[in-house]
C-alpha cells in the first residue's frame, strides 16, 4: 500500500447468506459485493455512484469494518484490518467514521443534542464532563450550530440542522476518514447545496478523506476528484472526475451520463435508454453483468467476465470494447 494511499480495498467481497427451510440451511448468497478493488488517496473526495440496489452503501460499510468482508482484504492507514486484533481494530475504527443518509432515523430521539455528539467522546477519552460541553460547542459551531441547540431533541430539529448534527458526531473523534452515505438525498436542494460547501470546508480544515456515496451524478460532479462506477457489485469504470464527464468509456457510464439535465432549454439532448431490469445479486449473469442490457455486446461479453484495466492515466474500465 503506497504512502499516499488511506484505504485500499483488494478483492473485496460481501456475500449475504440466504436460509431457507427449519435448520437455516444456507441456500444461496446476495453477492453484495463482488470482487471490488481500489484504493483513496489521502485527503481526497471518492465518489461512488450507481443505481440504488448496486452494492455501493454496502461497500461503504464493509470498509469501515461495519460489516467484515466475507473475502478479501481491507488496507486502512497502512494496516490490514482483517490481521490484526480487536484492541488495534478498535482503535482504528476512531479515525473512520459515517455520516447516514437518514440523519432523522440516524439519531436516538431521546437524547439530547450534547447527549448525542458527547457520547462517543465521553467513551474514547478521559474528558471531564465540563471538557466534554467545550467540545460538543466547538462542534457545534463547526457545523455552523451554537449553544442554543445542545439541549434541544432530534425532533426539535430540520432536516439540514439533523445531518449537521450527524456531521459533528462524525467528527466528534477527529477521523481521517469518513464515509458520507448519500448524505444530502434527504435534504431540499437548496439546503444540499449548504451541506455540500460545509463538506468542502471541513475538509480543508480537517484535511479529511471522504468517500461519497450518491446516485446524484450533479452532486458527484460538484463534490469528487476521482469517481467509481459500481454495476450490480461490481466497479464498472473509474476514473478523475473531470476526465469521466468529458470522456466515458463503459456502455453503463455513458447511458448513466447522459441522462444529467442540463439546465437550458435552447440545447437539445439525445438520451439514452437502458433497457431491461437490475440484474438479481443472487443470480447475477455471466460473463460482464452488463450483458443483458447493453448495445454494444458481443458474443463473448455473455461468457467471459471483463477486469477492470487502465486505458488512460488513472482510467480503469471493465469492458471487452477495450484491448
Ligand atoms: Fe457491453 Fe460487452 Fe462491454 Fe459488457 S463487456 S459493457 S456487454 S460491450
Sequence with gaps: MEKTQIMKAKNVKEYFPIRKGIFSTVKDYVKAVDNVNFFIKKGETFGLVGESGCGKTTLGRTLIQLIPPTNGTVYFMGNNLSDISKSELRKLRLHMQIVFQDPSSSLNPRMTVKQIIGEPIKINSKLKNEEITQ?????????????????????EFSGGQKQRIGIARALALNPDFIVLDEPTSALDVSV????????????????????????DLSVIKYISDRVAV?????????????????????????????????????????????KGEVPSLINPPSGCKFHPRCPKRMPKCKEIEPELIEINNEHFVACHLYP
Design 230 to 274: 459500481m454495476y450490480a457489485g461490481k466497479i464498472v469504470e473509474l476514473s478523475p472526475t473531470k476526465e469521466l464527464f468529458k470522456k466515458q468509456l463503459h456502455p453503463y457510464t455513458i447511458a448513466l451520463l447522459c441522462c444529467i439535465p442540463i439546465p437550458d432549454p435552447k440545447i437539445k439532448k439525445e438520451f439514452i435508454v437502458i
Design 135 to 155: 467540545k460538543v460547542l466547538l462542534l457545534l459551531k463547526t457545523v455552523g450550530l451554537d449553544e442554543q441547540h445542545m439541549y434541544r431533541f432530534p425532533h
Design 192 to 215: 444540499q447545496a449548504k451541506i455540500l460547501n460545509l463538506f468542502k470546508d471541513l475538509q480543508k480544515k480537517f484535511n479529511l478523506t471522504y468517500l461519497f456515496i450518491t446516485h
